[in-house]
Every structure is written in structure tokens, then in C-alpha cells.
């Protein structure tokens, strides 16, 4: 009875010893993860700290420190492992001309991973100048002991993208993130160009664009737009430089003449926007100003067409196909217009008269036949991609032939191509898909012949790119020459 007695009080005691023990081991499991919870706030705090002095330095010099001013400004701190802390940065922006107020895009961007390891579909922070990072307690085993984060850190020359995970996701070092992965704890501070270029007080002595907005537009007219800058220090001559980095494709941006949208600063009092708008899609202009200190201001100016504006295609031919033939042309010298809207016209010597060959087959000059000085224009309603041409009676010597030149709508010339004579003569002859070049429009045509003896013009027939196939009459069995 007595040995049991002692055996129930020893049994009472190891439990009150377990007990014991495990109070304690909660607790300090407790303090454990209080401490490590407070170890990432104060991480996060001393990160944003960091962040913080390189905006001070960058607000009195106007460009970022450099890796050992970055050192000397934070001196002592470190995160809650001991470690220093680490600043990752555009290699640019440490330069103090231009000034970091006169950058429209910097280098870094940084990607939210969330649990994703993988980081497939990250939310992605663009143009971010610098980053600084405490990179926690884990270790990889190499020198790099951010690389969860960070691939490189200290100055970067070229676009660099670091990763960003939820506290405690498994994942490896960049290059490899699911290779020997450990607990993600690093903590970066960040932000965009843009909201660091506020904190920094990029107003440039009051240096800004004054213009609220830009003018509405309308397709195919003509547009003007004048953009302003004031305050600030001037160029001399009171001047600016301006430059446009984003806009419409038919968009120009002079100041003073010169080219604002090479992607170089261009020198004006003011910045001069123009071009013919080519569609009615709105769009975003993007206007840079800059002072003679390098102080910047960045402008982003909605661009829409004004109300009920539209972009109407060219009118179809109003002739079948855009087909041509004799009895269209009017006769004589000068011009005409045909029934679909093409004008016809004589150059040199020449008279469109009615042909001898039955049927009423028109030539011209005197003869009949184009030759010389005599030539034939033709000018059609609409951009012409392919021509089709049928002749008769195309008679010549050797390699003398018909010369077609092609002009665009402005005047210019965009090619020439020359078709020889052949026999059998008294025939009809057509050729099709004449173009100037792959891709290539034109409006006009001029027709010349280059020792022709003989030559008949039946018709043409001009196509737009859906049609390639452009012959006068598709179903005629004539010999093409």
C-alpha cells in the first residue's frame, strides 16, 4: 500500500514537472514568434528608413548617392539580424547632370510575386529608381545574400527586374527559385520615378508646363497644337528644351525646328505640336520640359478627336472594278474626268482622238499611237495598289516598248515600268497586276510610248490591295506579251 502510495506521489510530481515544462516551452514559443514578428516590423522600419535618407540626399542634390554615400548616410543601421542594409539603384541616376527631376523612365522594376514561387503572374512595379532591402535572417550558402531578391545589387547600368514574395514563402535564389528554396523574409523599400520625383520636389523654381490640355483633332485636317513652359531658369533666348515620348504615330513635336520626337532634347521657347491625323483612336502625349539647371517637369495630355469626327475610308470606284474603257475617255486635248472620278489628260503634243480599229479604240496623236513627247495621264479617284492594261495593235522595233511611270498622291515619283512590244500585231494584248513595288500605292499614271509605231489604248483597270489579280477583262484568252 505504501509502495503504491509513493508510486501515485512520484506520478503527481512528473506531472507537475511536464506541466511545468510545458508552460515554459509555450511561452517561450510565444516570445519566439513575438520576437520574430517583431523582428519584421523592425526590418520593414529600418528598410523605410533606409528609403527615407536616400530621398533626403536626393532632394538636396537632385540625383541619388552612390553606393558608399548610401553607406555614409545610413552609418549604423542595420536590420534586427545585424546585417547592413542593402541598396540596389539606376547606375544613371547618381549623376548630377541631367538631374534625376529630368529622367522620364528609370531602370529597375520590381515584381509582387505573392506565394508564387514561380512568380507566373506578378503585379509589376515599373521605372523604379532604387530599392533598399533588409535582407533578413535566411542565408543561401553563397556571397549573395539577397538573391531571393535581387540577381545584382549597388549601381545597375541596365534594366533589372527584382522579385518581391509573401513572408515565408519557400523559394530559392532568383535565378532558381525552386531549386534548395528556404523561407522568403527579406523586406524591400520602394517606389515608382514618378512619386519619388514628388518627394524629391521636383518643381524646378516653379518650372512647369502650362497648358491644361491640347487642342481636340480631326481626322485627316491638319493639326496645331502649342505647348508652354514658364518659371524656372531659361536656355538663352528665354528657351526650353522640350521633348515628346509618347503619342500618336502621326504626331509631331518641333521646338524651334527641331525635332522633338528623335528621342533628344530639342531647344524652343515653346513646343510645337502637329502632323494630320490619319484615325480617330485617342491617345496619350507624353511632354518632357526641361531648364538650363536640369530641373524637369513631365506633362501627360489626353488626345481625342473632337466630337463626331470619323475617319471615312476612300469611296469605291464607281466604275465596275475601276475599269476604264474606250468610250469613258473624252476626246481631244487637255482633261476630262471618266464616269468613276479618274482624270484624263494629254501631256506633250498629244490628242486623244477616235482610233481607226473598230469598235471605237481611241489613240493618240495624230497616227494614233503613243510616241515621243506624246503621253497619256491618268489620275484615279483613290490609292491604287495594281493596274491592269489592254492594248491593240502593238506594234514596235526590237526592245522598244510602252513606259507606265507611277506617282503618288503628292506628286512624287514611286517607279517606272516598261512593257515590250511583241507580236502577233492587229491583236489585242493585256497584262495585269502592274504595281510599282511590293506594298507601294500610287494615285497617277503616265503612259509614254518609246518607239512605238503603232499602239492602240482599249482600257484599263485599276485595283485596290484585296484585288492583286487586276486584268481589263479576267476572261479573255489574249496573248499578255
Not at 115 to 134: K, W
Not at 169 to 175: I, P
Not at 274 to 282: C, H, L, M
Not at 335 to 356: E, H, K, L, R, W
Request: hydrophobic share 40%.
Amino acid at each position: 500500500m505504501q509502495s503504491l502510495r509513493r508510486h501515485r506521489g512520484f506520478s503527481f510530481i512528473a506531472m507537475i514537472v511536464l506541466a511545468t515544462v510545458v508552460i515554459v516551452v509555450g511561452l517561450s514559443m510565444h516570445m519566439l514568434a513575438k520576437a520574430k514578428g517583431d523582428a519584421r516590423l523592425a526590418m520593414q522600419s529600418q528598410a523605410d528608413a533606409g528609403y527615407r535618407a536616400v530621398i533626403g540626399y536626393a532632394t538636396q542634390y537632385r540625383r541619388l548617392p552612390t553606393d558608399t554615400e548610401f553607406q555614409q548616410l545610413t552609418g549604423d543601421l542595420r536590420d534586427a539580424y545585424g546585417n547592413p542594409l542593402v541598396y540596389v539603384y539606376d547606375a544613371r541616376l547618381v549623376a548630377a547632370s541631367p538631374d534625376i527631376c529630368a529622367y522620364p523612365t528609370a531602370l529597375l522594376s520590381v515584381a509582387d510575386c505573392a506565394a508564387d514561387a514561380n512568380c507566373a503572374t506578378p503585379a509589376t512595379t515599373a521605372d523604379v529608381p532604387f530599392v533598399v532591402l533588409a535582407a533578413g535572417e535566411t542565408r543561401d550558402g553563397s556571397a549573395n545574400t539577397v538573391s531571393q531578391s535581387a540577381s545584382a545589387v549597388g549601381a545597375l547600368p541596365a534594366a533589372s527586374g527584382l522579385r518581391r514574395y509573401q513572408l515565408g514563402t519557400s523559394v530559392g535564389a532568383l535565378a532558381t527559385p525552386t531549386t534548395n528554396p528556404f523561407a522568403y523574409d527579406d523586406h524591400l523599400a520602394f517606389k515608382d520615378l514618378r512619386q519619388v520625383q514628388n518627394e524629391v520636389q521636383c518643381t524646378g523654381k516653379g518650372l512647369r508646363v502650362v497648358n491644361v490640355e491640347l487642342p481636340r483633332f480631326k481626322c485627316s485636317e491638319a493639326y496645331v497644337g502649342t505647348v508652354f513652359g514658364t518659371s524656372g531658369v531659361t536656355f538663352p533666348g528665354n528657351t526650353y528644351e522640350w521633348q515628346v515620348t509618347t503619342g500618336p504615330a502621326w504626331l509631331t513635336a518641333s521646338a524651334d525646328g527641331n525635332n522633338a520626337r528623335s528621342g533628344a532634347w530639342a531647344r524652343g521657347a515653346s513646343l510645337v505640336l502637329g502632323g494630320t491625323p490619319d484615325n480617330t483612336t485617342a491617345g496619350t502625349v507624353t511632354v518632357l520640359l526641361r531648364d538650363s539647371e536640369g530641373s524637369a517637369q513631365t506633362r501627360q495630355f489626353p488626345l481625342r478627336p473632337v466630337t463626331g469626327s470619323s475617319c471615312s475610308p476612300p469611296p469605291p470606284p464607281s466604275s465596275p472594278g475601276g475599269i476604264i474603257l474606250v468610250p469613258d475617255i473624252p476626246t481631244g486635248s487637255g482633261t476630262g474626268t471618266t464616269p468613276d472620278g479618274t482624270q484624263v489628260s494629254t501631256q506633250g503634243s498629244g490628242v486623244i482622238t477616235a482610233g481607226p480599229i473598230g469598235g471605237g479604240v481611241l489613240g493618240i496623236g495624230g497616227d494614233n499611237a503613243i510616241s515621243g513627247a506624246e503621253r497619256l495621264q491618268f489620275i484615279f479617284p483613290q490609292d491604287v495598289h495594281y493596274l491592269g492594261l489592254r492594248v491593240r495593235d502593238f506594234r514596235s522595233n526590237s526592245s522598244d516598248h510602252i513606259s507606265i511611270a507611277f506617282y503618288n498622291a503628292a506628286g512624287g515619283a514611286v517607279g517606272q515600268y516598261n512593257w515590250l512590244a511583241c507580236s502577233p500585231a492587229n491583236a489585242s494584248k493585256q497584262l495585269g497586276s502592274i504595281t510599282p513595288g511590293a506594298g507601294i500605292t500610287f494615285r497617277s499614271i503616265v503612259i509614254q510610248g518609246v518607239g512605238l509605231t503603232q499602239f492602240y489604248f482599249q482600257g484599263l483597270r485599276y485595283c485596290d490591295a484585296s484585288n492583286a489579280v487586276c486584268l481589263v477583262d479576267p476572261s479573255a484568252s489574249e496573248p499578255s506579251c
